[in-house]
């Protein structure tokens, strides 16, 4: 067949993972928790099949659950999204990234994607015959920080969408109020649209504010914005994601959801929206997570990786030149045959594959977990 991707392989969570169970390693490597979720949320989901809804739910979601949506996001950010015309309930984040982008990306039009980026956006940009403009983010002693002026210089009158990731994923930054500011002063008075990926947005530390697009309203007004409950709720198998937009974007939106998946299953649905009218679960996860980032920074302090910041998501960036001079993807395989703990080359998140000598730990894992990598980490 002649490949409409051929430059894709199999993604580097599902390498790695499979590496990692072949060497018995501890798998901090693709991105989800070792631990269970709460017994509420399955006796949630278990009610709603006992009561029936096990029927399609409507196309773009079990009422009850975008309204939950609707009133987080507004409790939260301060945004008021319309039940009926503004919320789409996806398969995943995943799936609301993709129909996102082939719903608004015409063949020749450019995307801007900030690297290091999430795997799954170029590819969609490449299925709609859109142009990825790929500008990288800036390391300093803060970490890494996107350099909005070239953002700027990348934009063009074929600009169609900015994609956007904070709390990001790969490198554990999050955007503030003043990276808000600089893109609402690109994108004012164009057409531009903007594509949010805010799956993490209830991991953000030290007391900082998830800076969602949603709380500026010009920004909100052009936006698709995503989030995952698998994320959320450590249910990352359970594939169920939304996206939120204005009226006419999602109306678009849903012309193409409904012929790509149509809607998502219902008693998973009717689940978390019963288990969503108690916001502690989301207020508490990050005091949750930095307690984890905490201990797992503490644990490499003295050994010869050299931590990057870590404001939020659950990956924990370290440089290892102190150790190796391999290459990331080498030196990740290393990690996991020899020393039995697997992680993430950072440059599988470039397109050209850039080596910066950094690979990613995931700490969403038991204290246990952490504690036995570390001491195989401490080793080196
Ligand atoms: N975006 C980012 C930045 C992610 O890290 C992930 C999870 N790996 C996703 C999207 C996909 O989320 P989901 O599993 O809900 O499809
Ligand atoms: N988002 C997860 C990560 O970054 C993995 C998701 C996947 O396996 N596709 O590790």
Redesign the pocket.
Known sequence: LNSRLPAVGTTVFSRMSALAVQAQAVNLGQ?FPDFACERSLIQAVNEAMQADFNQYPMMSGAPVLRQAIVAKIASLYGHQYDVEREITVTA????A?TTTILCCVHPGDEVIVIEPT?D?YVPAITLSGGVPVLVQMETGASGYSVPWAKVAAAVTPRTRLIII?TPH?PTGSVLRASDLQALADIVRGTDILLLS?E??EHMVYDGARHESVCRYAELAARAFVVS?F??TYHV?GW?V?YVAAPASLMAEFRKVHQYNVFTVNTPMQHGIAAYMADPRPYLELPAFYQRKRDLFRAGLQGSRFELLPADGTYFQCVRYDRISQQTEAEFAEWLTTEIKVAAIPVSAFYQQGKESGIVRFCFAKQDETLTLALERLQKI
């Open positions: 991105g995943g984040a995943t799936q990234l999430y799954s990731n994923n990926d799956v993490y995952s698998g994320k990352t594939k994601g």
